[in-house]
């Protein structure tokens, strides 16, 4: 092997780590935002025009975290809600195609109204 065959190889091997560490980092660089999102930031995007009332003197920026606690919890609630339909549609469809026995949907919906506090 002679030095040019030597310094050729060379140079393929730093393109090919050139090449790996643009495309690594053009990746990680494209990705990051959204993964490492704050949830405050991710509120304030969402800010329900609440943000705008702190900017005009109406909320402080005290009120402001208060209230967007407020909403917040209105939202869980408004989830957990639609997610016993959703669950509830399908335990009563599968009563209905005949999965489950009487006793056995009366224990299933027994249980899953006390997972959802539900009376």
Known sequence: MDGSEYNERWSVF?????????????V???II??????????????DFGLVKLRDIDI???????????????IGTEDED???YHKSEKVLN???EIGYFTDEEF????EKFKKYFKVK
């Open 93 to 95: 469809e599968l009563k």
């Open 81 to 83: 809600y639609e997610q």
């Open 33 to 46: 935002p959204l993964i490492n999102e704050p949830d405050e930031e991710r509120i304030y995007q969402q």
């Open 59 to 73: 909320l402080s920026p005290t009120e402001l975290d208060e209230v967007i606690e407020i909403y917040q919890k």
């Open 106 to 109: 009366s224990n299933r919906i």
């Open 28 to 30: 990680r660089l494209a």
């Open 14 to 26: 730093l393109l090919i780590i050139l090449l790996f560490s643009v495309i690594y980092f053009a």
